[in-house]
């Protein structure tokens, strides 16, 4: 069974940084593309950032583009997300998927890790 566990939310001030990471089991990790997407409440899925199965290309949503860093560690089946110059528009719960680009709101992702970003 595929399973992702999303970790690393909490907290942050604007302008702050957060690392969330995602522990994928149940598959061969290396064989497949990965997201981050984000859900504000009352909002829908949207997509953050995608990684591609060996880590060598990175696509990201405008609203993140060069505060973000998404990365793996295939060693690992690791997935994360350095989260950096953090606004409040960037709260939401995140969650770690399966896929690239917007097809990854349709893939399989975890339960999600909330962040918050508040003074």
């Known amino acids: 069974e595929m399973q992702l566990v999303e970790s690393g939310g909490g907290l942050a001030q604007p302008g702050g940084s957060l690392r969330l990471s995602c522990a994928a089991s149940?598959?061969?990790?290396?064989?497949?593309?990965m997201s981050w997407l984000r859900q504000a409440p009352g909002k829908g899925f949207e997509w953050v950032a995608s990684?591609?199965?060996?880590?060598?290309?990175?696509s990201y949503s405008d609203a993140v583009k060069g505060r973000f860093t998404i990365s793996r560690d295939n060693a690992k089946n690791m997935l994360y997300l350095s989260m950096n110059s953090l606004k409040s528009e960037d709260a939401a719960v995140y969650y770690c998927?399966?896929?690239?680009?917007?097809?990854?709101?349709?893939?399989?992702r975890g339960q999600g890790t909330q962040v918050t970003v508040s003074s």
């Open positions: 990684i591609d199965s060996g880590g060598g290309l990175q």
């Open positions: 998927a399966t896929g690239y680009g917007a097809l990854a709101i349709g893939g399989v």
């Open positions: 149940g598959f061969t990790f290396n064989n497949y593309a």
